[in-house]
C-alpha cells in the first residue's frame, strides 16, 4: 500500500468530472486500499479519487471513532434525499485547515458497489450522509466551499495559494 498525494484547492483538477468504474480489477482494489490508507493518515474520514488525481468513482468512508469501518462506494449513486436539511460544518482534505457550514439533505439512500463490482444500497444519516454527500460532490467536480459566498471563496483561495506558497 502507499500514501497517495492529495490535491489542494484551488487546483483546477479538483473540477474534473469523474468517471464511472467499468473494469473491477486488482488495480481498482489497490487503490481503494490506497486511498483508505491515505485517508486515515491524514486524517480524515472520508476521500474521493479525485482528491488523489484519479478520475473514476470511487470514495473511501470511514466514520465510526475506532477507524475500523472502512465503508467503500464505487459508481454511487443517490437514489433518494430526505426533504429535511441539516447544516453540519464541513472540513475537507483538500482545503486544509477550512471548516464552515453547509446545508445538505438530512437522510439519503445510496447505490452503489463493492470493491468486487457487486451492487447494494445504504441508508445514510447523520455524519455518513453528510460525508457520502460531500465526496459524491468531489466525483462531479465540486468542492464544498463552492457552497460559501463568493466572499469566503475568494479569502479561502488566497489563503490556499499562500500555504501551497510556504509548502
Known amino acids: 500500500m502507499a500514501l497517495l ?16 468504474v467499468e473494469v473491477f480489477d486488482e488495480r481498482v482494489r489497490k487503490l481503494v486500499k490506497d486511498m483508505a490508507e491515505t485517508m486515515y493518515a491524514a486524517p480524515g474520514v472520508g476521500l474521493a479519487a479525485t482528491q488523489v488525481d484519479v478520475h473514476e468513482r470511487i470514495v473511501v468512508i470511514d466514520v465510526s471513532e475506532t477507524h475500523d469501518e ?6 454511487p449513486k443517490i437514489i433518494w434525499s430526505s426533504d429535511e436539511r441539516m447544516v453540519h460544518e464541513e472540513g475537507c482534505l483538500s482545503v486544509p ?3 464552515d457550514d453547509v446545508e445538505r439533505a438530512e437522510k439519503v439512500r445510496v447505490r452503489a458497489q463493492n470493491e468486487k463490482g457487486e451492487t ?48
Open 120 to 167: 447494494y444500497e445504504v441508508d445514510c444519516e447523520e455524519l455518513l450522509a453528510v460525508c457520502i454527500q460531500h465526496e459524491m460532490d468531489h466525483l462531479m467536480g465540486r468542492v464544498f466551499v463552492e457552497y460559501l459566498s463568493p466572499l469566503k471563496q475568494t479569502r479561502i483561495k488566497s489563503k490556499m495559494k499562500k500555504l501551497e506558497r510556504a509548502m
Open 5 to 20: 498525494n492529495i490535491l489542494h484547492y484551488p487546483d483546477k483538477r479538483l473540477h474534473k468530472v469523474a468517471k464511472p
Open 97 to 99: 485547515g477550512i471548516y
Open 70 to 75: 472502512l465503508r467503500v462506494f464505487i459508481n
